[in-house]
DNA sequence: GATACCATGTAAAGCGTTACATGATTGG
DNA sequence: CCAATCATGTAACGCTTTACATGGTATC
């Protein structure tokens, strides 16, 4: 249940519609959680239901409404309940090192395909992070400043420090999978260079 | 749908039962994909139900049976099929980046405790890796040697560099996420020398 | 005969993806 | 008035987890 954990994390911040946390969400807080807004917008009625969340209604022009949730006292409880519980790691599923892995039953071209299409997502990635790092480095991000906003002046080195040690450990994630997927195009070229057949070849 | 292609992947090296398959899932293949056996037995069902797997049904002692799925020609080519399709890069979910970020809301105790699992969860997988890829190196793995000796000589080369390739992924992500973990123990242990209180503190 | 292992299932609940669906507001 | 954006939902389907469940075989 952390689609729960991530809401109010956001909620942490400052209160907003569900509409702002699928923004959120698409954005480049999607490298490290993400849902679309068919699974936002239930959860969120279910969290008002539990009594995690409180809820004003607001208008929005003549005719429409929006519905503005803030994290109230049982919100934060259950918070931080759960940051404090110890997460237990479980099994990965890695599908681009599945497939990787038994890249002999492919072609040169559809491997290669793949393993450039990893350098993209991951170089993507990278760029985003470091711009993330530097934003938060020079509080630069609207949210994190609204956070500190309303939390005691001794805190703010640690809420700036933690989320730095993320945003960190996401470059030096993106950092290693450019170099893996560099080093798979380079085995791709070694072997078709040395004229090894693959079985998925015509 | 990536357990079938990861139940296919692992049949084309021999044919076999599927608690042997569950007791891979639960070996050091576990890192890069797994499954509960309530997910592996249901699932073998409909890979023979839609024609991918044949199987031949064993006895095992008096009375016992047991069911040994191998992989056919439709099989493999929906396996090779998959392989040479690109596999999008979806959003990911990181719980433990996610819970970093909002370590202020937690504890010294318990955000130091959640990074030293983390650091003991991916040393052990170092450990595993870097065995592994040493037994593969050696053709000490007995579903590489099945695996080898049902092909050609020529592909070889190809079958054992592409698993290695994936082994050294993997050694390369355990490194990584040791190094963050010690990142993340050394600013708790400079925050807290320094005496910044953190929201979740008694 | 007890224990560990072999072997295979079902079922409920939760989580995630994709598609379908609607309507108001804002700015050019 | 048209397009982009704001705003919020439902539904079907599929995947994953957890729990419940059963019985044979091999070895000491």
Redesign the pocket.
């Known amino acids: 249940?952390?689609?729960r954990h991530a809401l109010l994390a956001m909620l942490t911040a400052e209160p907003m519609?569900?509409?702002?946390l699928?923004?959120y969400f698409d954005g480049s807080v999607a490298y490290v959680w993400?849902?679309?807004?068919?699974?936002i917008?239930?959860e969120?009625?279910r969290m008002e239901r539990d009594g995690l969340v409180d809820v004003e209604i607001v208008p929005?022009?003549?005719?429409?409404k929006?519905?503005i949730y803030s994290i109230n006292e049982a919100g934060l409880e259950e918070f931080q309940r759960w940051i404090r519980e110890l997460t237990p790691y479980?099994?990965e599923?890695d599908v681009y090192r599945l497939k990787a892995a038994h890249f002999e039953q492919s072609t040169y071209e559809a491997a290669r395909r793949q393993m450039q299409e990893h350098l993209n997502h991951y170089t993507r990635a990278l760029q985003i992070w470091k711009q993330v790092l530097d934003d938060v480095d020079n509080r630069r991000v609207s949210l994190l400043r609204e956070r500190l906003a309303q939390r005691p002046q001794e805190e703010h080195e640690a809420i700036v420090a933690f989320r730095k040690l993320t945003f960190r450990g996401q470059i030096a994630k993106a950092r290693m999978e450019i170099q893996w997927a560099k080093e798979g195009l380079a085995l791709l070229d070694e072997l078709e260079s040395k004229g090894v057949p693959l079985r998925g070849e015509p």
């Open positions: 249940m952390s689609l519609t569900g509409y702002e699928v923004k993400s849902a679309p807004h068919s699974q917008y239930p969120l009625r929005r022009g003549e005719h429409a929006k519905r479980q099994p599923r």
